[in-house]
Structure formats: structure tokens, C-alpha cells
């Protein structure tokens, strides 16, 4: 499900992404030498070992180093960053714009308390205003995504920060893979984790390669990054702020870089958020069923319609919302009870989206909630329980339905 990062392919590929036991728990949060295209070679600094124990920055040091990372682009210019976006593809999406009001409420107006606001909320409780302004300088070049993105192979295996949702991950990918009418195999599962963050060679190679910066500059940022991150504060990286989301990427070819296959990443800390929240035996599962929905849409061409902006992009999310309750609940997908699902949806898809004229928008709580049922109606009162729609045909019934499933619903 997940606040959809959206990508684009061309013409072809359109936007895409995103997407109980009922009490919340009480933790607040779980802790747990190549060469560049241009032939000049990467190498890191000091030490490239991942570190277990951390110390603590003082406050001018942290400011310095956002202060640094801030700067890089002059006032005015495209940052480093949207450039890259700009050729994958890259939309904004909720999810992040869920991080970004915790981190810095006075810039929104919806900042309406919800279980996994509060518990996003209570993660950087301990954090200093300087902490607050370097992971905003961090997550503004948005590392651990880029890296996922153009080099999943060195991503790993394991979903979850200490890999405990690997295995609901994997076994719900194979099933959606055998349940709906597409090329699954050619779709790539790849984890986020904040332990990139600490990765000196990784960071070096994204900012070199990635982003084009001088090798030097890279090897400086890398080491003042991996160090600012190495502190409790931020769980050695491993910080839910740096990996709360999921996207769908229908995969790309960067002339003369790389070629991207069809990917759907999946971060820890939108799946440690509801582990923390009780629903760890749904949360990977329903997250990973909304991605591939886009997938669905990607190969499909369902991304095609007469609706524009903001009216388009809610169609496309809230029919992933329908293909998801309806591959959880069928009797050949993932067969889970019908209220667990809705339990989560209910938390879920509380995360709302307050941009109602943007082009990343998901749709209101109330209509997801209307979308994720109806998918479940579909597989319930199917006259053969064992009969699985082809997709296109699922597809069409969800348009009949749309006007109903936004119809406004205020008192």
C-alpha cells in the first residue's frame, strides 16, 4: 500500500507505489574499489566496517555537517537530488510527506494525531534541534532509496532491520507472483536498510555515481555521514525516519549508467511501525500486495484514462488498494481473515493524504477503507470461491465502482 513514490519510464510507465492484534505495543520503537563512469576510482576513507557502538556528536559538529550537506546547491539551482529524480522518474509521495510533518510540524496543517504519527513522533523524542536538521539534510538526498534503486543486488535478502519479516516477505511475493495473469518474474524484491547509512564504499559510490559529485567530496560526505549515524539516537542507521515507506519502480534504462529492473522496495521502517503497533502478522503482506498492484498496472497499461491530476492518481491507488484486499482475502492468494485486514486498513490508511490538488494523491482514508472492502466483496460473494479474475477483468469492474468509492461522504 504505502504512500506511493511514483516512477515514470518514458511514456509508457506512469506513476506508481504505495500502497490485527488491535493494541499498540508499548516499545516506541524497535532497536536493534570500483571505478566512476568518467574512470576515476572510488575508495573510502578511514574505516569501512560497519560500527556497533557509537559515540555522540556535539551539537555544533551536527549543525556543521547539515549546515554542509545544505549548502551544496547554490541557491536557486535544481538541488543534486531533483536532478536524479527527474531522470528516474521520481514523484513525491505521503509517506514521506507523513516523515517530514513529524520532523517538522510547524510546516503543515494536518498533523492530526494517528497511531503511527505518534509513534513516528515518539521515535525522535530524544533527538536536539541540530539532530532535526541534519536527518532532514540526509533524508533531502534521500540515500538509502537511491542506492536500493540503482544497485538492488547489494541491497540483500532479509526484510525487516534483524530480517524477522523475510520470510512473510518472500512467501507473499511467490504467492502474488502465482496469483495474478502478469511476468512476475521479471519484478525484483529489494529491502531498505538503514545500515546503508553506515556503509562508507556504498555512500561513496551513490554520491560519485549517482549523483556525480567529485570523488573527493564523495569520500568527505560519506565519512561525515556514516559518523553522524553511528549514534544510538539514530539506531546505528537503522532509524525508522530513512526507510518509512514502499514503492513500485517499473524499472528503466539509463543510457550509458545502468539498467533498472522492475522493482518493488520495501523499507524497514514503514514495516517496523507496525510491528510496534501489534500488526507484524499482516503488515508485510498488505504493504507488499499494494506494490505489486502497481505492477499489475504497470504491465497492464492500466495506468491509461480520461481522469487527469489528482483524479487520476487516486484511481490508480485505490484500485492497488482493491488488487491488494482482494489477492489477502481470496481463497488462492493469501487467504487471511477479512477483519484482520480491515483492522490494519483502519490504521493505515489513517496516514490520509492532506494533498488534495497534488498529483501524488492517494485518496482520503474513508475512500481507501471503501476501496480495500469492495476488493474483499469481490472474492467474497464470488459464485466460485476458487476462480481467480484476470486482471483486466478485475480492473474493469473497479472503474464501474470508482464513482462510488469517492463519492463525497461529509455530513
Same mark, same amino acid.
Given at each position: 500500500?504505502?504512500?506511493?513514490?511514483?516512477?515514470?519510464?518514458?511514456?509508457?510507465?506512469?506513476?506508481?507505489?504505495?500502497?490485527?492484534?488491535?493494541?499498540?505495543?508499548?516499545?516506541?520503537?524497535?532497536?536493534?574499489?570500483?571505478?566512476?563512469?568518467?574512470? $576515476?576510482?572510488?575508495?573510502?576513507?578511514?574505516?569501512?566496517?560497519?560500527?556497533?557502538?557509537?559515540?555522540?556528536?556535539?551539537?555544533?559538529?551536527?549543525?556543521?555537517?547539515?549546515?554542509?550537506?545544505?549548502?551544496?546547491?547554490?541557491?536557486?539551482?535544481?538541488?543534486?537530488?531533483?536532478?536524479?529524480?527527474?531522470?528516474?522518474?521520481?514523484?513525491?509521495?505521503?509517506?514521506?510527506?507523513?516523515?517530514?510533518?513529524?520532523?517538522?510540524?510547524?510546516?503543515?496543517?494536518?498533523?492530526?494525531?494517528?497511531?503511527?504519527?505518534?509513534?513516528?513522533?515518539?521515535?525522535?523524542?530524544?533527538?536536539?534541534?541540530?539532530?532535526?536538521?541534519?536527518?532532514?539534510?540526509?533524508?533531502?538526498?534521500?540515500?538509502?532509496?537511491?542506492?536500493?534503486?540503482?544497485?538492488?543486488?547489494?541491497?540483500?535478502?532479509?526484510?525487516?532491520?534483524?530480517?524477522?519479516?523475510?520470510?512473510?516477505?518472500?512467501?507473499?511475493?511467490?504467492?502474488?507472483?502465482?496469483?495474478?495473469?502478469?511476468?512476475?518474474? /521479471?519484478?525484483?524484491?529489494?529491502?531498505?536498510?538503514?545500515?546503508?547509512?553506515?556503509?562508507?564504499?556504498?555512500?561513496?559510490?551513490?554520491?560519485?555515481?549517482?549523483?556525480?559529485?567529485?570523488?573527493?567530496?564523495?569520500?568527505?560526505?560519506?565519512?561525515?555521514?556514516?559518523?553522524?549515524?553511528?549514534?544510538?539516537?539514530?539506531?546505528?542507521?537503522?532509524?525508522?525516519?530513512?526507510?518509512?515507506?514502499?514503492?513500485?519502480?517499473?524499472? $528503466?534504462?539509463?543510457?550509458?549508467?545502468?539498467?533498472?529492473?522492475?522493482?518493488?522496495?520495501?523499507?524497514?521502517?514503514?514495516?517496523?511501525?507496525?510491528?510496534?503497533?501489534?500488526? /507484524?502478522?499482516?503488515?508485510?503482506?498488505?504493504?507488499?500486495?499494494?506494490?505489486?498492484?502497481?505492477?499489475? $498496472?504497470?504491465?497492464?497499461?492500466?495506468?491509461?484514462?480520461?481522469?487527469?491530476?489528482?483524479?487520476?492518481?487516486?484511481?490508480?491507488?485505490?484500485?492497488?488498494?482493491?488488487?491488494?484486499?482482494?489477492?489477502?482475502?481470496?481463497?488462492?492468494?493469501?487467504?487471511?481473515?477479512?477483519?484482520?485486514? $480491515?483492522?490494519?486498513?483502519?490504521?493505515?490508511?489513517?496516514?490520509?493524504?492532506?494533498?488534495?490538488?497534488?498529483?501524488?494523491?492517494?485518496?482520503?482514508?474513508?475512500?481507501?477503507?471503501?476501496?480495500?472492502?469492495?476488493?474483499?466483496?469481490?472474492?467474497?460473494?464470488?459464485?466460485?470461491?476458487?476462480?481467480?479474475?484476470?486482471?483486466?477483468?478485475?480492473?474493469?469492474?473497479?472503474?464501474?465502482?470508482?464513482?462510488?468509492?469517492?463519492?463525497?461522504?461529509?455530513?
Amino acid at each position: 500500500m504505502l504512500s506511493p513514490a511514483r516512477f515514470r519510464q518514458g511514456e509508457v510507465h506512469e506513476q506508481a507505489h504505495r500502497l490485527g492484534r488491535g493494541h499498540p505495543r508499548r516499545d516506541a520503537r524497535p532497536r536493534p574499489g570500483r571505478r566512476t563512469p568518467t574512470g $576515476q576510482r572510488l575508495h573510502c576513507h578511514r574505516h569501512c566496517a560497519r560500527h556497533s557502538t557509537g559515540g555522540t556528536l556535539s551539537p555544533e559538529r551536527t549543525q556543521a555537517l547539515a549546515d554542509k550537506l545544505a549548502a551544496l546547491t547554490p541557491a536557486g539551482q535544481p538541488t543534486t537530488t531533483e536532478l536524479l529524480k527527474q531522470k528516474l522518474g521520481v514523484d513525491d509521495n505521503p509517506l514521506s510527506e507523513l516523515v517530514d510533518q513529524v520532523i517538522n510540524p510547524a510546516d503543515y496543517t494536518c498533523t492530526a494525531s494517528t497511531p503511527v504519527r505518534d509513534w513516528l513522533v515518539a521515535s525522535r523524542a530524544d533527538w536536539t534541534p541540530q539532530d532535526v536538521a541534519l536527518v532532514n539534510a540526509i533524508r533531502s538526498w534521500d540515500p538509502i532509496f537511491y542506492d536500493a534503486v540503482l544497485w538492488p543486488q547489494d541491497a540483500g535478502s532479509q526484510f525487516g532491520a534483524n530480517g524477522q519479516f523475510t520470510t512473510a516477505t518472500t512467501h507473499t511475493f511467490r504467492d502474488l507472483r502465482n496469483f495474478w495473469d502478469i511476468h512476475g518474474a /521479471d519484478i525484483k524484491l529489494v529491502p531498505m536498510h538503514g545500515s546503508m547509512l553506515l556503509d562508507r564504499p556504498r555512500l561513496v559510490r551513490l554520491f560519485a555515481e549517482g549523483y556525480g559529485l567529485p570523488v573527493a567530496l564523495a569520500n568527505e560526505f560519506a565519512d561525515e555521514i556514516a559518523t553522524a549515524m553511528n549514534q544510538e539516537k539514530f539506531d546505528f542507521g537503522n532509524h525508522p525516519f530513512f526507510t518509512f515507506n514502499a514503492f513500485a519502480f517499473a524499472g $528503466q534504462n539509463i543510457p550509458g549508467f545502468t539498467v533498472i529492473p522492475a522493482e518493488i522496495l520495501m523499507g524497514d521502517g514503514i514495516l517496523a511501525a507496525y510491528q510496534a503497533l501489534g500488526y /507484524d502478522d499482516v503488515t508485510a503482506q498488505a504493504i507488499l500486495a499494494h506494490e505489486y498492484g502497481h505492477h499489475v $498496472q504497470f504491465q497492464r497499461g492500466l495506468f491509461q484514462t480520461t481522469l487527469t491530476g489528482p483524479e487520476a492518481a487516486r484511481r490508480i491507488e485505490l484500485m492497488a488498494d482493491s488488487f491488494a484486499s482482494y489477492f489477502l482475502t481470496h481463497a488462492r492468494g493469501d487467504a487471511l481473515q477479512w477483519k484482520r485486514i $480491515q483492522e490494519f486498513d483502519q490504521v493505515f490508511f489513517q496516514l490520509g493524504d492532506c494533498s488534495f490538488t497534488a498529483g501524488s494523491h492517494h485518496g482520503t482514508p474513508n475512500q481507501r477503507l471503501r476501496a480495500s472492502e469492495w476488493g474483499y466483496g469481490v472474492a467474497r460473494t464470488a459464485a466460485n470461491q476458487g476462480h481467480i479474475l484476470p486482471s483486466l477483468a478485475f480492473a474493469g469492474l473497479f472503474d464501474r465502482q470508482l464513482p462510488t468509492l469517492v463519492a463525497p461522504d461529509a455530513n
